[in-house]
């Protein structure tokens, strides 16, 4: 018996200890991660906050900083002086800009598809220098077209006229528009268009019955995003654009400055106000603008 106990092995707990490491490892990774995320989120939120309760609050309790909070006064004075300014009302600025930036949005989502469609089932010999075209012109600047852009409109009469400028922000969006959708018609099933082909459709009935309503992820992403870059534009309305009656929200946030003051609860106001617009948009279109973004990506 005493041979036999000393010639027993001993139990072995390595490999009950490993599951227990591993999955304190895990915690303190995931805590990790959820530690930086929300730090990162709190660097982001602070400046918007600092922007809020200077919209909501009077100019005399900013004086030591919007961060005390004695005396704490909610008040939506500043929206209202911003929206009927006596210098730029930002009232008639939100209405210019959405005359600008809903045509401006679904006139290149209608070419752009349409050209991505066409380049992608096209079997001609042009299709690949089309393309090369398309990825050069998505390297231009903005201000290497402004001089050339500015003498095209002023022959064409359109200086200080929202064609002209809708026609800047058509024109501008249609390469990465081309791109964007020609990438996501190659994750939609080819064999579906082939059974329709057969049965007599068109291709342009093909692409407005089968592919638009099977790619509506992708419309709503790329409205979105053409939406917010034709909303926050400042550079070509500014070189489009002069007549008061007729600028923009973003040109008339700079307007808000007085020559001697600066109201900041008025200025922080327009800003809420201007940039509710796209957050709304993002808001109402988050589903479909995360499966259009990551949708293509997948294949």
């Known amino acids: 018996m005493a041979a036999e106990r000393t010639t027993r092995p001993a139990p072995r707990r390595l490999p009950a200890q490993r599951p227990v490491r591993r999955s304190a490892r895990r915690l303190l990774?995931?805590?990790?991660?959820?530690?930086?995320?929300w730090a990162l989120g709190l660097l982001w939120v602070i400046p918007f906050a600092g922007v809020a309760m200077t919209a909501l609050r009077p100019q005399k309790e900013l004086l030591h900083?919007?961060?005390?909070?004695?005396?704490?006064t909610i008040s939506l004075n500043n929206f209202a002086q911003a929206l009927d300014h006596p210098t730029a009302p930002m009232a008639e600025g939100l209405r210019n800009s959405l005359l600008i930036a809903i045509p401006g949005t679904v006139l290149p989502l209608l070419?752009?598809?349409?050209?991505?469609?066409?380049l992608l089932r096209s079997q001609s010999r042009v299709r690949r220098p089309m393309l090369l075209a398309i990825v050069l012109l998505l390297a231009i600047p903005q201000q290497m077209v402004a001089v050339p852009l500015f003498r095209l409109l002023r022959d064409m009469g359109l200086i200080n006229n929202y064609v002209g400028l809708i026609l800047a922000h058509t024109a501008w969006a249609l390469p990465w528009l081309t791109m964007f959708f020609r990438n996501?018609?190659?994750?939609?099933?080819r064999e579906v268009e082939e059974a329709a082909l057969l049965d007599g459709a068109s291709r342009w009935q093909v692409f407005t019955r089968m592919v638009l309503p099977m790619s509506l992820p992708a419309l709503a992403s790329a409205a979105a995003l053409q939406l917010t870059w034709v909303w926050n534009d400042f550079f070509l309305a500014l070189i489009l654009i002069y007549k008061p009656d007729l600028l923009l929200a973003t040109q008339r946030i700079p307007l808000l400055r007085g020559q001697y003051h600066i109201d900041w609860g008025v200025l922080s106001a327009a800003s809420i106000l201007t940039m509710s617009v796209p957050v709304l948009v993002f808001a109402l279109l988050q589903r479909y603008y995360i499966r259009g973004l990551v949708g293509w990506t997948l294949k």
Not at 29 to 37: G, I, K, T, V
Request: proline residues 6%; neutral net charge; hydrophobic residues 55%.
């Open 111 to 118: 070419i752009g598809s349409a050209a991505a469609y066409g």
């Open 65 to 72: 900083g919007w961060w005390q909070m004695e005396p704490l």
């Open 184 to 189: 996501y018609f190659l994750t939609l099933p």
């Open 29 to 37: 990774l995931s805590a990790a991660r959820h530690l930086f995320a």
